[in-house]
């Protein structure tokens, strides 16, 4: 299935690099309260990654389920391999991997979407990671946030979220409970103020 990622080159769309932050009122269970990360926007759709919220699964999980190790090899692990974050990145194909990460480590399949940020999700990348040679930053998801053309416009149009530029640090950063209101913060505003401005006209 093809998504808005599949030509390297491309031109930017005007909500690339950005967070959306999901007002209050969102009707959607899916994305209440989520912080994404948009990976790609164009005429042809958007996707993108919510960034706050925990998925189950372990690494060793994941390289469990790949073939990637056997037991005996996971319980080797060093434990901040071990401890490498898995998030649950949306409702779209939740079965497949992708990692955003930083610029230092790149493959062939490798894209990038903002000046220093990339994502890869392919193999390889999660073998390099499992030996320890990744990327400097690095969070894996398992699913995306997609949007079908005009679709995520109408949203933010009809106050669904809100955006602002994404920050680096808040994309890496491991704490997901208080993440929201963290991006949120990065706007001025908190969500006690944008409850109460949702009651009025």
């Known amino acids: 299935m093809a998504t808005p990622m599949a030509q390297k080159r491309r031109?930017?769309?005007?909500?690339?690099?950005?967070f959306l932050i999901a007002m209050p009122g969102m009707f959607d269970a899916n994305f209440a309260r989520t912080v994404i990360f948009i990976c790609a926007h164009s005429d042809d759709g958007a996707m993108g990654f919510i960034l706050n919220r925990p998925q189950q699964l372990t690494?060793?999980?994941v390289l469990l389920h790949l073939d990637l190790l056997d037991e005996d090899e996971a319980i080797r692990l060093p434990q901040v391999t071990r401890d490498f974050q898995i998030q649950a990145g949306g409702p779209v194909e939740t079965g497949r991997g992708f990692v955003l990460h930083s610029d230092?480590?790149?493959s062939d399949s490798s894209i990038p979407?903002?000046?220093d940020i990339c994502l890869t999700a392919t193999l390889d990348i999660v073998r390099a990671i499992?030996?320890?040679?990744?990327?400097?930053?690095?969070?894996m998801m398992l699913g995306y946030a997609g949007w079908g053309p005009g679709q995520l416009e109408s949203e933010i149009t009809q106050n669904g979220w809100l955006t602002c530029p994404?920050?680096?640090e808040l994309i890496f950063d491991k704490a997901?409970?208080?993440k929201y209101d963290r991006a949120l913060a990065l706007m001025?505003?908190?969500?006690a103020m944008l409850s109460m401005d949702a009651g009025h006209a």
Do not use: I
């Open 11 to 18: 031109e930017r769309g005007f909500l690339d690099g950005q």
């Open 59 to 61: 690494f060793p999980d």
């Open 104 to 106: 230092d480590y790149l």
């Open 113 to 115: 979407v903002s000046d």
């Open 130 to 139: 499992s030996r320890g040679e990744g990327p400097v930053r690095a969070t």
């Open 166 to 168: 994404a920050r680096d």
């Open 176 to 178: 997901l409970d208080d």
């Open 188 to 191: 001025g505003v908190s969500a």
